[in-house]
């Protein structure tokens, strides 16, 4: 198999320590993978430079092999430095070339310091949004986190909530509910997948008294999905539809806003959980958590929701024939 990119993400964050607790976790049983990073930091694990993709796989068993790609200023954890910015935008932007130029099996991403980012210029409120512009497929691109027995679907993602609210039409949430179908059975291997789309007001708007939005929006996308063939049903109470009950009733929940969807997944699994961009001519998955700078530096990062995010690449690898 191919092996994986991992970009550095924000350097003054936990990126590298879960990097390494990553490798050490892996290092016996791959998936293999090779960090875009700057191989002079100090790393709690044996690293060792590479040339290029292709000598990660010899390297793997004994060092966590890196593309070295020096940082302008050496990190401070917990303090990130808009100098570091264009370093970590560039190792998005190879991993995504590597891939695109068949010599990495798919990009996984660690967590970027978002207002670091836009304070140094970057134009993209986070990866899904750089990804779509730089690896799309012709469709929008779609976040999902997964985890074991939970599977979210924002349908706005990085904006202000009353703006995220006033965009919202029948055809966007259709459109988002048609990329999670297809890549549920092309890549996660569900035959009929089931989707359960949120509604936005409490009580799903208790028949129009507790707002119209889901009578006049959310109605009217899932008429849409159901009479593509899509298995959809909603708008779904949302305080209701994760429970332990109610989520083994479908694949995936179609959620309206951020956090309407991360919230549940978070509270749920947030040392299983992964964050899959869909839509990308290449396979994307990250860690659902972030930077993390409160605890950058003092060893207590736990790497298990970037171990699973390297796995869950690897399958979507294998599922698209990029491994
Ligand atoms: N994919 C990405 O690039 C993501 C980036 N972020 C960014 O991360 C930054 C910080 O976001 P926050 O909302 O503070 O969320 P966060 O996930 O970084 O931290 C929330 C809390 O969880 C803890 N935590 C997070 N990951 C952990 C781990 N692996 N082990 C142990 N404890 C962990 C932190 O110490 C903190 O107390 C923001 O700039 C945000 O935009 C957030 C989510 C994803
Ligand atoms: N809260 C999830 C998140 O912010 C991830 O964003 P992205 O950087 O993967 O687009």
Known sequence: MRPLALTMGEPAGIGAEIAAGAWSALRATGPV???????????????????????AAAVFPDALPILHRP??????????????????IAAITEAVDLCKAGRAAGVVTNPIQKATLT???FRHPGHTEYLGEIAGAGVPPVMMLASADLRVVPVTVHEALARAIARLTPELIAETARITARALREEFGIAHPRLAVAGLNP????????????????????????????????????????????RPTYDAAICLYHDQALI???????????????GLSIVRTSPDHGTALDIAGTGRADPSSLIAAIRLAADLARARGTA
Do not use: Q, S, W, Y
Not at 211 to 231: F, N, T
């Open 33 to 55: 993978f090779f960090l875009i990073d700057d191989a002079t930091r100090p790393f709690a694990v044996p690293v060792r430079p590479i040339a290029a993709p292709a000598e």
């Open 71 to 88: 940082l302008p200023h050496a990190p401070i954890a917990g303090k990130p430095d808009t100098a570091n910015a264009p370093a970590v």
């Open 119 to 121: 304070a140094a210029g």
């Open 203 to 246: 009580h799903a708007g208790e028949a129009g008294t507790m707002g119209r939005e889901d009578i006049d929006i959310v109605a009217p996308a899932v008429a849409m999905l159901r009479a593509e063939g899509v298995d959809a049903r909603g708008p779904l109470p949302p305080d209701t539809m994760f429970t332990a009950l109610a």
């Open 264 to 278: 549940p997944i978070k509270t749920l699994d947030m040392a299983g959980g992964v964050n899959v961009t869909l």
